[in-house]
């Protein structure tokens, strides 16, 4: 009967310790932008959908989630606000993030907004720089960047720097999800949060843009890893070698979603041992890209982190396309 209560206890232990764990996955989109986050109490979060419903749809059916705590739309692009109006459609959503950007060439991102005034029991928030969400009590999470008053725009780089930028930070860890924010908006947040930027992962703003990831600002991150959400052989000739190679310099190991989902854990806090980076771990680390970009790509050396890899691959489900 003792034997039967330890080994239940291991097991209880060690499923609280799952629960607890951070889980990041940086959809495969193709020529977009998604993010959708599992928190350590049990809550879950959208960022963006991607320029198709599909690829967001299977993911979150094949994971079974049927509700989802808190969508953020980062701003009213296509490929950030598409793939969210069949989130809307098929699955219960309870909160809606949002800026005051209207995108006065598409209609799209009122359909969108539409959809989401009509979800039953949802919220709608405009939330301003500096405000720190509620979204999970074990978890820090504050905007640095947002249009939250009203502001009508043609202009593509206006649109960008509408972004709203997260961060999160959870032991010791900060992820930093960048929408399509350019050097502007990067400036305004270094000279306001300063050291509040550093974050282990940072999610590259607007696909690898040259317009973006300035030394400067990589600088005050100080990124240990980069997600580039792109699709191959895009029109835009995204990313930019001139982001990449500033990424390098500035010591960050790049991610391409042109492999698949990129999974990003972070597990929980150890009792009695200060929080601190103990083995979050990137992975599908392999990419398809374009032959000149061949030599940015980060493959581990087989015993880097081996076994944190290993506990990843038995505690996170990564899927491929």
Not at 87 to 101: E, G, L, S
Request: hydrophobic fraction near 35%.
């Amino acid at each position: 009967m003792y034997k039967l209560s330890a080994f239940l206890a291991i097991i209880l232990f060690a499923s609280s310790n799952i629960c607890a764990q951070l889980n990041v996955y940086y959809l495969s989109v193709g020529q977009g932008d998604s993010e959708y986050i599992e928190l350590p109490s049990g809550g879950n979060v959208l960022i963006d959908g991607g320029p198709s419903g599909e690829p967001v749809y299977k993911f979150l059916k094949d994971k079974g989630v049927t509700k989802i705590d808190h969508v953020v739309l980062t701003h009213p692009h296509s490929d950030h606000y598409r793939g969210l109006k069949k989130v809307f459609t098929n699955f219960d959503v309870k909160n809606f993030y949002d800026t005051k950007a209207e995108n006065v060439d598409a209609q799209g991102d009122n359909n969108l907004r539409e959809l989401a005034a009509a979800e039953p029991e949802c919220s709608t928030h405009f939330p301003e720089p500096g405000t720190e969400l509620d979204w999970d009590s074990k978890v820090t999470v504050k905007v640095l960047n947002s249009c939250y008053e009203t502001v009508q725009m043609h202009d593509n780089d206006e649109n960008n720097n509408c972004s709203m930028v997260i961060r999160l930070y959870y032991n010791g860890t900060g992820l930093l999800f960048m929408g399509d924010a350019e050097a502007a908006v990067e400036d305004t947040i270094a000279r306001q949060f300063k050291s509040g930027l550093r974050s282990y992962a940072l999610k590259v703003s607007h696909h690898g843009s040259r317009y973006s990831s300035t030394e400067k600002f990589l600088a005050r991150v100080q990124p240990k890893v980069a997600i580039i959400s792109v699709g191959v052989n895009n029109i835009y000739g995204h990313p930019h070698m001139e982001t990449l190679t500033r990424l390098r310099a500035a010591g960050a190991h790049i991610f391409y979603t042109t492999s698949g989902i990129q999974t990003l854990n972070i597990p929980a806090p150890k009792r009695g041992v200060e929080p601190v980076l103990a083995g979050p771990v990137i992975y599908n680390p392999e990419a398809t890209m374009r032959p000149e970009f061949e030599s940015m790509i980060y493959t581990p050396p087989a015993n880097e982190n081996l076994e944190a890899l290993e506990q990843l691959k038995t505690l996170t489900i990564t899927e491929t396309q």
